[in-house]
């Protein structure tokens, strides 16, 4: 739109914690992801919530992360607050969970920032790589 008017809007279901993320997954519609107490997927035609994660039963306040792994899967990817600490990916177009890694040694161990993704075949991973930063090291 060259208006700069708003095409639509939605009310989140609870306070939004992190910046978005926006992508156009393989076998998906263009969309914009979002953490909160639960992160959700919103269509960019509709205005709609897609699906929720509420796997974790956890929040998120750091930077989601879009990445497509090393066989085609479009994921999202981002790191839960305490008690759960542990990292999610799930699948960008279903909301399903594709993997968990969870990062605490004991204590208040959260992942306080945004993963960082390595693409397949990049920096020596055939598969690719998420950097998970966490409290705990």
Known sequence: ???????????????????PVAATPPGGTASV???ATR????????????WTFSGGK???????????DATGEPLVLFGSNDPADTAYAVN??????????????????DIGSGLTISAPGANGFADGVAYVPSKDG
């Open 92 to 109: 960008a177009v279903t909301g399903a969970e594709v993997w968990r890694f969870k990062t605490a040694n004991g204590g208040d161990s």
């Open 58 to 68: 956890t929040g998120t306040w750091d930077p989601l992360a879009y990445a497509i």
């Open 1 to 19: 739109m060259d208006t700069g008017a708003i095409e639509c809007s939605l009310k989140a279901p609870s306070a939004l914690w992190s910046s």
């Open 33 to 35: 992801y979002f953490a």
């Open 39 to 50: 992160v959700f997927s919103v269509s960019a035609a509709t205005c709609t919530i897609q």
